[in-house]
């Protein structure tokens, strides 16, 4: 990665990265938020939703001058970034199913952006270009296992 930074995965997980993708990345960073820790297929929903303008991604960190978007506060409909950050959590899943991991059960471990190097613009103004790194892990979700209770209602003792 650009700064040096990389997320080592697991055996049992599986990762994609993005390097260079034409982006905001400040709308990056909080899409990434937005979708940390959510299901492969909910991320699916909520992606192609913002995408289509139907649901805002809720901006906390780089809020400054954005207008508050229905049932969400300060938030975007950042179309671009959401398109290429699905492509990216699409590869990841590929690179998981040839892992062989259960793909109905995917979570998204780890998904992480930063900033890309500078591409200058030629011309009168020379301005610059966006660029983002996009880092996407994920793995199996975890089986959660009921407590077993007495008849009593009451808890089992830890030993």
């Known amino acids: 990665m650009a700064n040096g930074y990389a997320y080592n995965a697991a055996a ?4 994609a990265i993005g390097v260079a993708m034409p982006i905001s990345f400040k709308s ?3 899409v990434c938020r937005w979708l940390r820790g959510q299901k492969v297929e909910q991320a699916y929903k909520m992606l192609d939703r913002a995408a289509a303008l ?4 809720p901006f906390t960190r780089y809020f400054e001058e954005i207008a508050h978007q ?8 950042p179309v671009k ?7 990216i959590i699409e590869s990841a899943e590929k690179n998981a199913q040839f892992k062989g991991l259960n793909s109905s059960n ?6 992480a ?4 190097g500078k591409v200058f613009h030629q ?5 610059q270009g966006k660029n983002a790194h996009i880092e996407v892990v994920l793995a199996e979700g975890m089986k959660t296992e009921k407590k077993v209770k007495k008849e009593g209602g009451k808890a089992a003792p830890k030993k």
């Open 12 to 15: 049992n997980e599986a990762k």
């Open 54 to 57: 139907k649901e805002a991604v």
């Open 28 to 30: 990056s960073v909080e």
């Open 106 to 111: 995917l979570i998204i471990k780890h998904i």
């Open 81 to 87: 970034a959401c398109t290429y950050i699905k492509r």
């Open 70 to 77: 229905k049932n969400v506060g300060p938030g975007k409909f």
């Open 123 to 127: 011309g009168r103004n020379g301005r």
């Open 113 to 116: 952006a930063q900033s890309g």
